[in-house]
């Protein structure tokens, strides 16, 4: 069975992934976004399944106050619900 991974090459996570998979000679194909694109049903599944912020790697911010540009995206998406 041949899994499929998705990412892009240059991302250190995807590279430590693909070496590990690699050294456990586990069978996978690459899926290059930067290359490839994303299909967009399949993006809609995944948001469906696990939602948009952990498609996106996106962490909820430590508080309310924190100025990273995340807490700040975070921050202004639950005001304006």
């Known amino acids: ?4 991974v998705y990412g892009i090459p240059n991302c250190d996570t ?8 690699t050294e456990a000679g586990v ?4 899926h290059d976004y930067k290359r490839d694109g994303a299909d967009p049903e399949t993006l809609a599944q995944w948001t469906r ?7 996106l790697n996106a962490p909820e911010p430590r508080s309310a106050s924190s100025t990273t540009p995340t807490a700040s995206i975070s ?7």
């Open 1 to 4: 069975m041949t899994i499929r």
């Open 14 to 21: 995807v590279k430590k992934a693909r070496a590990w998979l």
């Open 27 to 30: 069978d996978y194909a690459f």
């Open 49 to 55: 399944s696990v939602g948009w912020e952990a498609l």
């Open 75 to 81: 921050t202004r998406r639950r005001r304006s619900r």
